[in-house]
């Protein structure tokens, strides 16, 4: 009988977004006086594995496919792609810290706010180009594993892991929306990191959300 690594899991994602009269309306939009045009934005999104065992015929452990990676642009700035998280005590030349093992509980949050290009560069706001800054926030972590097997996630040994592996980041960048979806140049500052985490300031992106 051979075993396969089966594995359960939730995704959830909640998002709002509060236009200014020159925005593209999607919930709500209202007229702010003071600055005309500038858009808020905000993002969480959360996951958590836990794997299924079927009395012992499958494995407890969490495949590395089924597990989360965190960082990049669009998900956690001033980070590289999986660059936080539990890693592997060394890797390749590529990936500073060592290889990135993943997690099964991530979370990443993002509060920004933007607004259009100046009149005087007609060009780029005429192609709805963007000013934006940005907070970022969020974690990668693996809740199981040791002696004692499953960490609770509604104790206190769970959450303080959550709070203190939490990552911070700050910046700002230009975005462009196309028809194929929206691409955004970022400069970013982590403000909070760990030691071996692998870090990148200038990033580019392309994706079909704000993150």
């Not at 494995?59 to 496919?65: E, F, H, T, V, W």
């Not at 000013?131 to 970022?136: A, D, E, Q, S």
């Amino acid at each position: 009988l051979m075993a396969l690594g089966v594995g359960e899991g939730e995704y959830e994602r909640m998002r709002m977004e509060e236009e200014g009269v020159e925005g593209k309306k999607e919930e709500e939009e209202k007229e702010d006086p003071v600055v005309i045009g500038m858009t808020l934005h905000s993002s969480f999104h959360f996951g958590l594995v836990r794997p299924l065992t079927f009395g012992g015929l499958c494995s407890g452990k969490i495949p590395l496919a089924d597990r989360f990676y965190v960082g990049g642009p669009g998900q956690l700035r001033g980070f590289m792609p999986a660059g936080i998280g539990p890693r592997a005590s060394r890797g390749g030349s590529s990936v500073p810290g060592g290889d990135s093992l993943g997690g099964d509980l991530f979370y990443t949050s993002t509060l920004a706010t933007s607004v259009p290009f100046p009149k005087s560069i007609s060009t780029l706001r005429h192609n709805g180009a963007r000013l934006f800054g940005f907070v970022n926030a969020g974690t990668c972590v693996s809740t199981t594993g040791g002696a004692s097997g499953t960490v609770s996630l509604l104790g206190m040994p769970a959450w303080n892991q959550i709070l203190k592996s939490s990552r911070v980041s700050v910046g700002g960048g230009v975005s462009v929306g196309s028809p194929m979806g929206r691409f955004e140049a970022t400069y970013a500052v982590p403000l909070r990191y760990g030691p071996r985490d692998a870090r990148k300031a200038v990033q580019f992106g392309f994706g079909f959300s704000f993150g």
